[in-house]
């Protein structure tokens, strides 16, 4: 099994803060997805990675996929309460019409005004 | 709003029960996926359905299945309940069965409590 470790599994900051957070593996990911779930709802695609060493941005969001393509990092800065939610990595099994998704557990983001 | 809609919201049931589990993918999409989300072992993959043919399949359970019908919407159908079986159960909907771009859209889930 190809297990995803997220790391923290929690974290609790206040609004303004700079945040980062992990997404490991022992295996090469041929392309990693983040998502974010917020309460009572779906995961919700924030971005692909695909490219070792490939930096992405999406506003405060700064995404990066490590060189050798077996981490990627989550950047949030200036957090805000909107941020609060559960934020998973995602990776694509390769190969064949095999397109399922295997997530980590995820870090549960809280922001507090 | 992703589009996929998953009935019924909230489910209670006891053990030993059956329930059904009803997904409608996003217009136009043919692929259809389900994932059970729980505490101790985050969201897992369970099966996907390609246009009314299954094409993966995960974790599931034997006492768990599914079908696609030609309209496409999707049912989960889990039987003989245990305790272990309660979490949010998620459906999923992308356009084709792979690809780069082949982005899933997740429904709002239903959560299921076995008492």
């Known amino acids: 099994t190809q297990l995803l470790e997220q790391s923290p599994q929690f974290l609790s900051i206040q609004e303004g803060e700079n945040l980062t957070v992990y997404c490991n593996s022992s295996?090469?990911?041929?392309?990693l997805q983040w998502y974010r779930q917020e309460p009572g709802e779906g995961p919700v695609l924030l971005v692909t990675?695909?490219?070792?060493?490939e930096v992405k941005k999406l506003k405060r969001l700064t995404f990066q996929f490590g060189d050798a393509r077996k981490d990627s990092s989550l950047h949030i800065t200036a957090a805000q309460p909107g941020d609060t939610g559960l934020y998973l990595c995602?990776?694509?099994?390769?190969?064949?019409?095999?397109?399922?998704?295997?997530f980590g557990k995820g870090t549960l983001l809280t922001v507090n005004p | 709003d992703s589009g996929v809609t998953q009935t019924p919201k909230h489910l209670i049931t006891a053990t030993g029960q059956r329930v059904t589990l009803r997904c409608s993918p996003r217009?136009?999409?043919?692929?259809v996926y389900w994932y059970q989300q729980s505490l101790d072992q985050g969201l897992q993959f369970l099966i996907q359905?390609?246009?009314?043919?299954?094409?993966a399949k995960g974790n599931i359970l034997e006492r768990f299945s599914a079908q696609q019908f030609p309209d496409l919407h999707s049912e989960l159908n889990l039987s003989s309940l245990e305790l272990g079986d309660s979490a949010l159960y998620f459906c999923?909907?992308?356009?084709?069965?792979?690809?780069?771009?082949?982005?899933?859209?997740f429904g709002p889930g239903t959560r299921l409590t076995v008492l």
């Open positions: 999923a909907s992308s356009v084709a069965v792979g690809g780069q771009g082949n982005e899933q859209f």
């Open positions: 295996s090469v990911f041929s392309s």
């Open positions: 990675v695909v490219t070792g060493g």
């Open positions: 995602a990776r694509r099994n390769s190969g064949g019409s095999n397109y399922k998704l295997t």
């Open positions: 217009s136009g999409d043919l692929s």
């Open positions: 359905y390609y246009n009314g043919e299954e094409r």
